[in-house]
């Protein structure tokens, strides 16, 4: 996986995953990590609301989001 930084109005270093999307380019997110937090936005509106989840929650969401394609 490669990663693509960048850092929000919110000091946070945002990632995109390079599994991120695929060709369109209409289903990417970013994340953003702290040791007790998981952030997450779409990476077409940065400046748009992100989600937060502790790194449990966001564990049990991944398998869910890989399947909704």
Do not use: I, Q
């Not at 990590?33 to 991944?62: E, I, M, N, Q, Y």
Request: proline share 7%; aromatic share 10%.
């Amino acid at each position: 996986m490669n990663r693509e930084t960048t850092v929000g109005a919110s000091d946070l270093v945002w990632f995109k995953s390079s599994y991120s999307g695929g060709n369109d380019g209409n289903s990417c997110f970013e994340l953003a990590l702290t040791p007790r937090t998981v952030h997450v936005r779409d990476s077409k509106d940065v400046t748009g609301p992100s989600l937060t989840f502790t790194p449990p929650t966001w564990a049990r969401c991944v398998p869910y989001a890989s399947e909704a394609r």
